[in-house]
């Protein structure tokens, strides 16, 4: 199992910066990605940004060359820098973890930080 804690939500202006954390459990070594979605008020939870073991990662179109994806691996962190925000990018964080052991896939999520862009 891992647990995921998330920080680092609260209320920005637009133009403005946040950096969410996600800290799990047990060494991200361990884990086969970690991804971070959201989800805005009457919307579908979607993938915002992900990393992956051997560190490649990948991005939601909305959020290219805005967001970055990081991990501090001594800190079993994964951080989710977000620059430029717009309204838009209003909606609850989660993070997830997909362990794979043997051929099955295992999801685990963190209970959201809420993240608001507003003048």
């Known amino acids: 199992q891992v647990q995921l804690v998330e920080s680092g939500g609260g209320l920005v202006q637009p133009g403005g910066s946040l950096r969410l954390s996600c800290t799990a459990s047990?060494?991200?070594?361990?884990?086969?990605?970690i991804s971070w979605y959201r989800q805005a008020p009457g919307k579908q939870r979607e993938l915002v940004a992900k990393i992956s073991s051997g560190s490649s990662s990948n991005y939601a179109d909305s959020v290219k060359g805005r967001f970055t994806i990081s991990t501090d691996n001594a800190k079993n962190t994964v951080y989710l820098q977000m620059n430029s925000l717009k309204p838009e990018d209003t909606a609850v964080y989660y993070c997830?973890?997909?362990?794979?052991?043997?051929?099955?896939?295992?999801?685990?999520w963190g209970m959201g930080t809420q993240v608001t862009v507003s003048s």
């Open positions: 047990r060494s991200i070594f361990t884990i086969y990605a």
């Open positions: 997830n973890a997909r362990v794979v052991v043997l051929s099955s896939q295992y999801d685990y």
